[in-house]
């Protein structure tokens, strides 16, 4: 696997996680959707911490900075 999340993409997909489980665990979005949001929220954690989204990898999709080879 090839990183393919820069750390602004992280860093929003771990806030809108943050966010989801906080709705779940509060109450305020219960039922299936509140599951759903939950799955989602697991998700978008597990993407952020190995930096690699495989729904980017098909089309080719990278947030990563290029690095610049020196001479």
Do not use: H, Q, W
Not at 9 to 38: E, H, K, N, P
Not at 39 to 63: K, N, R
Request: positive net charge.
């Amino acid at each position: 696997m090839k990183n393919n999340m820069g750390s602004t993409d992280r860093i929003i997909r771990f806030i809108i996680a943050a966010i989801f489980a906080a709705l779940y665990f509060t109450g305020t979005v219960g039922g299936t959707l509140g599951i759903v949001l939950l799955i989602v929220a697991v998700i978008f954690l597990l993407t952020s911490f190995i930096s690699f989204c495989p729904i980017y990898a098909p089309f080719g999709i990278s947030t990563c900075t290029v690095k610049k080879k020196e001479s």
